[in-house]
């Protein structure tokens, strides 16, 4: 069964520094998704992003955020300048289409901010 | 707007009895309503999604919910506990197709137990 995969599965950064964190979704699916989750605190949502553009974005996607999908299997989050308050479980994840609004989830990404 | 709330943050039961976890949510539309599961430092797995077809929907591993919208509630709940239950449970809403992409709205979770 196709899944969503992510990678790496931990990254440790130290303050300041940049991060890019990869996903490859579903290969048929046309939604794209961050969210993220802070240690023993809900699943926020980020951003969805669909044909080249992104959907829509919550608060906490603010600039030092951005999505890209640089080829046609990668779909990869950016933080320009991490924080200590950023370290988190990012969770990608893809859904097929907007009539379908079930969304698959990869296994996620732990973050560690120094 | 949607939210969604879980009424319990943790439960315990023993192996082999009923579980019974909580979920109450409010929407503007029709909403879709899921349950995804979390095991110890794995991903998000879909249990089951009600989409106004039929109220009681079966899902894996032998888990069912239930759509009431009089109570605005979608309990999840399994007959028999196992020991490979034990993880953390979200109870999530989402407006159905009104937007390119849908928001979806997690719950705060709620860690179920299994005694021995």
Same mark, same amino acid.
């Not at chain 1, 969210?35 to 996607?61: A, C, P, T």
């Not at chain 1, 300048?81 to 370290?87: C, G, P, Q, R, V």
């Given at each position: ?47 969805? $992003?669909?044909?080249?553009?992104? %959907?829509? !974005?919550? *608060?906490?996607?603010?600039?030092? =955020?951005?999505?890209?999908? @640089? &080829?046609?299997?990668? $779909?990869?989050?950016?933080?320009? %300048?991490? !924080?200590? *308050?950023?370290?988190?479980?990012? =969770?990608?994840?893809?859904? @097929? &289409? ?17 | ?116």
């Amino acid at each position: 069964e196709p899944e969503v995969t992510q990678t790496p599965s931990h990254q440790v950064t130290q303050m300041g520094q940049e991060v890019i964190l990869r996903c490859v979704p579903i290969s048929n699916h046309l939604y794209f998704y961050w969210y993220r989750q802070i240690l023993g605190q809900k699943v926020e949502f980020l951003v969805s $992003f669909y044909n080249n553009e992104i %959907s829509e !974005k919550s *608060e906490i996607f603010d600039d030092q =955020f951005s999505v890209e999908r @640089p &080829d046609g299997s990668n $779909f990869t989050l950016k933080i320009r %300048s991490t !924080k200590l *308050e950023d370290s988190a479980m990012y =969770f990608c994840a893809s859904s @097929p &289409d907007r009539f379908t609004d079930t969304q698959y989830f990869g296994p996620g990404t732990r973050l560690t901010v120094l | 707007a949607q939210s969604v709330t879980q009424l319990d943050s943790h439960v315990s039961v023993s192996e082999g009895t009923p579980v019974l976890l909580r979920c109450n949510y409010s929407s503007s539309y029709s909403p879709s309503l899921f349950w995804y599961v979390q095991h110890p430092n794995k991903g998000l797995q879909l249990l089951l999604k009600y989409t106004s077809a039929a109220t009681l929907v079966k899902g894996i591993n032998g888990f069912e919910a239930e759509f009431k919208k009089s109570e605005t509630s979608f309990h999840l709940t399994k007959p028999s506990a196992h020991m490979s239950d034990a993880a953390e449970y979200f109870c999530v809403v989402s407006d159905q197709g009104y937007s390119s992409a849908s928001k979806i709205i997690f719950g705060s979770g709620t860690r179920l137990s299994i005694r021995p």
